[in-house]
């Protein structure tokens, strides 16, 4: 296809198609309602019900389910866009934003880019092409060479020349996938290879290069925007520095680490590298900051970026107005031109994931989800809690995408003050059915290194994941929970009782046998009488005074009780045979253990298990082979990340239930390991 020039007369936009999904669909739509913009959605199968599907005016179907399917099919999305009458495409960030054929695509469409011009996401497409060309315009950056085609001793030099240690990274996309780190030569094949394939999964381009590891650095970047009237503005710097696997997690600004010299050095590069390639639109330019001061660029990200809203919060800026307005030829505005930046603010990206699990994504379905927030997709007016969502109670995260819920931001007129409202706001949030990593982000938020500014990208590894993503709720909590689980039970079958409904389940006139429930966490006894209640979990005394009981509706109860002289209410949202806590001290999930349990299937010792549902992407062993504690058995891939499945123990592969390609659910076998050669009857 030819190029077309990007808009430079003003022009009215009616109408907007997001290619994308989740909370960024509906922090877009909220900016386009706003403005009069009639909004169009397109969707998955799999995101047939998600709620910015509903938000949209009208919607259209992708058919299928992944993202090469559905999302990353730009003749789909343009389609979809031509049908629905849009007159613009807004690409949000991730899948299709930084695609310059996409881009093109949407203009010989005749439908206006919500984004910078074709040419510039040319330029900056490839992290390779983008550092040769800041290191023209005079922006300083690191040692790097591609991995292209490179096997053997040509990616032995390769990476000898970059020096180690290194990154593995993805040439065409981001937000951590297609990275690898490296810190011996003998791991180097193996890192480009599933970088590779992680990158050609998520982004369909798996173009890889090396680039030199600075230790411990922070990830700053710079938020910047261009008109097509020659106007090019930085708007301040964010400091994203506490990352997982190459994934930022917290994210705020300005940055604790930059002064105002700093600040001015970092924005002029910034500026350099837009006006190197006459950007037009919202961007991001990255760098890694030194501790002696000394910053590099790292990419230039040519949309709007996840941590958008702090700029925002500083800013008084909504920068998906300013894209719009730029995308249909109007010039920054005067406060765009000359921004002030006031308070602070922090963003962190809550995820159905387990920390403590090797930061295990979760699916399934979300049971309650409740933020205490003073706004959703907007500025607070004063000091305040923002949320932009992607999910609600009742919706199925699934397998096939990010498993982000949602991002939740606080803005203060000091950085404390904002970290504090936001961990205050995260232990207080109703998160039902799935695993988080809240815990994790309130410890963060609270804990003094953090709220010293001492934050790099070495953070979580080296305060340690056994104190940062330990459950906010200690053990004398938790039992506390389990009893307060079991009283809420018996209270929702006493309400449901046809006589005496107003009695406490237990209470007793004269002495008997305690009640008793099971749960995973242990066994609770409970009893009433005249003197009160009198509790234990596994025999152990648990010491409260139940002062209220009041069933709220069907599955949920509140609890009003007093231990150790302190009065607190716990709410329980009982769901199945799980009960879920809430309280002052944290939340608690604790499952019901059924009186007589079934029969289950016997699974052969050395069984390799799937931890999620996914997709097998790679078998790295042989039936018979022997292997290595920790060796790579296979890689399952799930959620657009790929995880690793290694061998616990040394042995033999007796047996391989998978191939590539295969599709699992949780739970399902996936290779057998005995620690002996001779074969196991159970494996088959």
């Known amino acids: 296809m030819g190029g077309v020039p990007p808009v430079t007369d003003q022009r009215t936009l009616r109408s907007v198609l997001v290619a994308n999904r989740g909370e960024i669909a509906r922090r877009v739509f909220a900016t386009a309602r706003a403005m009069g913009l009639r909004t169009v959605a397109v969707y998955s199968d799999a995101d047939a019900d998600a709620p910015y599907v509903a938000d949209a005016d009208v ?52 439908l206006v880019f919500v984004g910078p011009s074709v040419e510039a996401i040319e330029a900056m497409g490839s992290k390779l092409a983008a550092k040769e060309l800041m290191q023209r315009a005079g922006v300083p950056t690191l040692p790097s060479a591609d991995a292209t085609g490179l096997v053997g001793v040509e990616l032995e030099k390769a990476a000898a020349d970059v020096g180690y240690p290194l990154l593995v990274k993805a040439s065409f996309g981001g937000g ?22 992680e990158a050609a999964s998520a982004f369909g381009n798996g173009t890889v290069f090396l680039e030199r590891l600075v230790e411990r650095p922070r990830h700053v970047e710079v938020q910047i925007f261009g ?86 919060a500083v800013t008084g800026l909504d920068l998906v107005r300013l894209q719009f307005d730029v995308a249909a030829g109007r010039p920054l505005p005067a406060e765009a031109l000359t921004p002030t930046l006031t308070g602070c603010a922090i963003e962190v990206r809550l995820y159905a994931e387990d920390p403590s699990r ?13 933020v205490p927030a003073d706004t959703e997709f907007r500025l607070p007016t004063g000091p305040g809690v923002r949320l932009d969502s992607g999910v609600a109670s009742g919706v199925e995260v699934g397998v096939h995408y990010d498993p982000m819920l949602a991002k939740v931001i606080a803005w203060a007129p000091d950085r404390t003050s904002a970290a504090l409202a936001l961990a205050g706001a995260l232990q207080r949030a109703r998160l039902h059915g799935l695993t988080t990593n809240r815990d994790l982000l309130v410890r963060v938020l609270r804990s003094e290194a953090f709220l010293a500014g001492e934050t790099d990208t070495g953070f979580l590894d080296r305060h340690g994941l056994d104190l940062l993503a330990a459950p906010l709720v200690d053990d004398e909590g938790r039992r506390r929970h389990a009893v307060v689980a079991a009283l809420a039970g018996a209270a929702l079958r006493r309400s449901a009782a046809p006589a005496l409904a107003g009695l406490p389940s237990g209470w007793r006139n004269n002495p008997t046998a305690p009640h008793t429930t099971v749960f995973d966490a242990g066994t609770v006894r409970y009893s009433f009488d005249r003197s009160g209640i009198t509790a234990d979990l596994d025999a152990a005394p648990v010491p409260l005074t139940v002062l209220g009981t009041d069933v709220l509706r069907p599955g949920r109860v509140r609890l009003e009780v007093e231990a150790d002289g302190l009065r607190a209410t716990y709410e329980v949202h009982v769901q199945g045979d799980r009960s879920f806590v809430d309280g002052p001290d944290g939340s608690t999930t604790l499952v019901e253990q059924p009186r007589f349990p079934e029969p289950t299937a016997k699974v052969a010792p050395g069984s390799l298990t799937a931890a999620m549902p996914g997709t097998v992407s790679r078998v790295a062993v042989v039936e018979g082979e022997r292997i290595d504690a920790g060796q790579l058995v296979l890689v399952l891939e799930a959620m657009k990340m790929e995880h690793p499945v290694v061998a616990p123990a040394a042995g033999v592969v007796q047996a391989l239930h998978v191939q590539v390609g295969a599709q699992v659910e949780t739970g399902a076998t996936l290779a057998v390991v005995a620690d002996t050669e001779e074969g196991n009857s159970d494996a088959s």
Not at 177 to 189: F, N, T, Y
Request: some cysteine; overall charge negative; aromatic content about 6%.
């Open 59 to 110: 919607a259209v179907r992708l058919p299928g389910n992944t993202p090469s399917e559905t999302y990353l099919d730009a003749d789909l999305v343009v389609a979809a866009a031509l049908r629905a009458g849009a007159d613009c495409v807004h690409p949000g960030y991730g899948f299709l934003s930084e695609n310059a054929d996409f881009a093109r695509a949407v203009q010989v469409a005749g």
């Open 176 to 197: 951590g996938r297609g990275m690898r780190e490296v810190r011996d030569p003998s791991d180097l094949a193996d890192a480009v290879a599933g970088a590779g394939r």
């Open 227 to 312: 008109d097509s009237h020659g106007h090019t503005v930085a708007l301040f710097e964010r400091e994203c520095s506490i990352q997982r696997r190459h994934q930022k997690v917290v994210e705020e600004a300005p940055s604790p680490a930059v002064d105002p010299d700093l600040r001015e050095r970092l924005q002029d590069a910034a500026v350099a590298a837009a006006r190197a390639i006459d950007y037009v639109g919202a961007g991001t330019v990255e760098f890694l900051l030194d501790d002696g001061g000394d910053f590099f660029f790292l990419e230039v990200n040519t949309r709007l970026q996840v941590e958008h809203p702090v700029t925002e």
């Open 358 to 370: 090797n930061w295990l994504p979760q699916s399934g379905r979300l049971e309650d989800f409740h």
